[in-house]
Structures are given as structure tokens and as C-alpha cells.
């Protein structure tokens, strides 16, 4: 009986080996192109191109990193991304929930087929109604402003309200029933009840807007005309050229972009998976 017992613990620690060992090759697979990033940010030209190829600089140093800041103005553009995406996130969260608390929560005519008019709008590419777009921000005279990359945010995403309600349909309708026999009016059930329930959801709203928006090249591109505007993505453009790529300067800007989506994604990570998966879209 021992003996079974030993022979059972045995399997199941072998299984649990195998599942993690599994895991970790892919995680490290996955992590290949980070790390030969972060190497290449280290390497000076002629080591990027070094046949063979080696994998560790033949020096760490930080002169790409000095160079990075001075070439380009680092720090105003770094200054302008994060305009852009504090304002992003900001609209994101607050008009997402609000919508999508309509969406889930409250009754009014022709509601599920209004909902599904906005989930057929995610099929259209951004490039498409870009033209559109321009044409239409021209004649307000807000390209050249920031305004094209902010205003839009805070009307919502079809996405983004998709996952909100989809959680806040699974929030219990006796918590908001009880409210309402309070006297609570519906902003106030949305504000002091809803949203501090909320907080997986908005977190991964958030991180979303976070990454798409710093990483958005062509809206930046598209609205943005005066270069004292131009934001992190648009300084990669700028630092490549046809007679001379600066791949090292790239390969460093590369770190310094990927850092802080890292960076955010583990702090907020708990709040991002329970988000995820309670809105209905895992596996």
C-alpha cells in the first residue's frame, strides 16, 4: 500500500515537472528577442554585424544610452508620449466603464441590438477610417494638436466596452437592487458601488489603452505635424536612415519603450489576468 502511495506521489511529481519544464522552454523561447534587445543595446555597430555572432557585448557600457538622450530631444518627446497616454488611459477607463455599465446594467429599448452595431465596428482596420478621420479633425483645425489622439478616447472602444460588460454582467443584480430600494440614484450606484468592484476590468482596460497608445505610430504620424510634438515611436523613424540606420540607437530605444509596458504590466498583472478571464474571452 506504501508502495502505491510512494509510486503515486512519484507520477505526480513527474507530471507537475514535465508541465513546468514545458512551460519554462517556451517562456524562454519567448524571451530570446527581449534579451538579445537588451544585449544589442550594450553592442556598438560592428558587434551587431559581427560574423559570428555573439550573444554578450564585448564591453557593457552605457554610450548608447548617453547617445540616445542627446541625439534626439529624449525628453520632450518622452514628455509628449506620456501626455498622450495619461489622457488615453484616463478616457479609457472612465468612458469604457460608463458605457459599458449601460450596456449590462440598465434597460432601454433596442440595447442588445446597439451593442451589436458596435461590436461590428471593430471589424473596420483603423487605416480605413483614418482619411475620414483626418478630413474631419482638418476642419475642426485640430491637426498639428494633440487633440486627435486624446478626444477620441473618452467615446468609448469596442473592445474595451465588450470586456466591461461582459463583467459587469456577472456582477450580482442584488448588489444594485438593494441600492436602488436605498434611494441611490444610477450615477451614484455606478460611482460608489460598481467601479470599486470593478478594478480587475479597469485594469486591463487600462494596460490596453496603456500599450496601444504607446506604441501607436501611425496616428502620431498622421496628426501630428510640428516635430517639437512627435512622441517616442515617431523618434525611431527619425533616428533611422537610409545611409546610416543607427541600429544600436534603435536596438536602445527598443529598451527603453519595451521597460515601462514591462514594468506596468507586473505590477498590475493579478488585477489584469482576473479581468481577463472573468470577462468571458479566456482560453
Known sequence: MNKNKYFYKAGIFLQKFLIYFLLLSFAM????PFFFLLMGSFKTTSELFRVPSQWLPDRFHLDNYVELFTT?????????????????????????????????????????????????????PYQVTLIPLYLLFTKMKWVGTFLPLIVPCFFGNAFYIFLMRQFLIGIPKEITESAHIDGASEFRIFWNLILPISKPVLASVAIMAFVRSWNDFLGPLVFLGDDKLYTLSLAAS???????????????????????????????????IQGISMSGIKG
Request: proline residues 4%; charged residues 10%; without cysteine.
Open 72 to 124: 534626439i530631444p529624449f525628453f520632450l518627446y518622452l514628455k509628449n508620449t506620456l501626455i498622450i497616454v495619461t489622457f488615453n488611459m484616463v478616457g479609457a477607463v472612465f468612458s469604457n466603464s460608463l458605457i459599458g455599465y449601460g450596456f449590462a446594467r440598465l434597460r432601454w429599448p433596442g440595447r442588445d441590438k446597439v451593442f451589436m452595431l458596435v461590436l461590428v465596428t471593430m471589424i473596420l
Open 238 to 272: 527619425m533616428l533611422k536612415s537610409k545611409l546610416d540606420p543607427n541600429w544600436d540607437m534603435l536596438l536602445t530605444l527598443g529598451v527603453v519603450m519595451v521597460l515601462p509596458v514591462l514594468f506596468l504590466f507586473f505590477i498590475l498583472q493579478k488585477y489584469f
Open 29 to 32: 523561447l519567448f524571451l530570446v
